[in-house]
């Protein structure tokens, strides 16, 4: 949906008296559109994470690897996400003198926040999954050097009930595909809310 308005946005703005472009336009290329492009990044890379969530291993090098994938995308989703709200800021910033082109401009800036809030929160989930993962996957290790050393001394293993296992646990995969579903489905209403505020403001500037 937003790759369709995005497009329209691709093509190069109106100009006055031919060498300077109108401030909404300008407002337009400069914020909107760098802006609605990290949000079409976002929904891929969260969409992409949703997938590796789902189909997670719990343990052993698949497990470690799977959670490298996740800690990467969340990273991506962090920078980007920071990038999207400086753009929502700038506009927020943004005066035109023009009391009807300014209420346009605060209007998408309100349907944009929306959006990025409600990737905010799937990256949240994401964040707190492969930060969970990373715990599990240390008390795993940990567990193994303590049972390797009970064993060479002759103590018997440790105790299950005192492991780092037992406060630590991989997300189990079959839960995680609904985590952020919810989120989602706020953000498919969000970007569908911002087309009637955004699809006139496009039309003016093609």
Known sequence: MLAIVLTYLSAQPPTIITTRSSPLCTA??????????GMIFQDRIIAQGEALMRDMKTAGDAFTLDNVHLGTDVYHL??????????????????????????????????LQAIADSQAASLNIMSGIAQSNDLADIASVGNEAATAISGDRGIGAPNE??????????????????????????????????????LPVVNRCR
Do not use: C, F, Y
């Open 28 to 37: 337009v290329r400069d914020v909107i559109a760098p802006a609605l492009g």
């Open 78 to 111: 962090a920078a980007n996400n920071i990038a999207i709200h400086h753009d929502i800021d700038h506009l927020r910033e943004m005066k035109l003198d023009d009391p009807k082109t300014d209420a346009e401009l605060g209007e998408l800036r309100v349907r």
């Open 161 to 198: 009930g005192a492991s780092l296992a037992s406060i630590a646990s991989p997300v189990q995969p079959g839960r995680v595909g609904g985590l952020i579903a919810q989120d989602d489905r706020n953000t498919q209403a969000a970007e569908k809310a911002l087309l009637p505020a955004l």
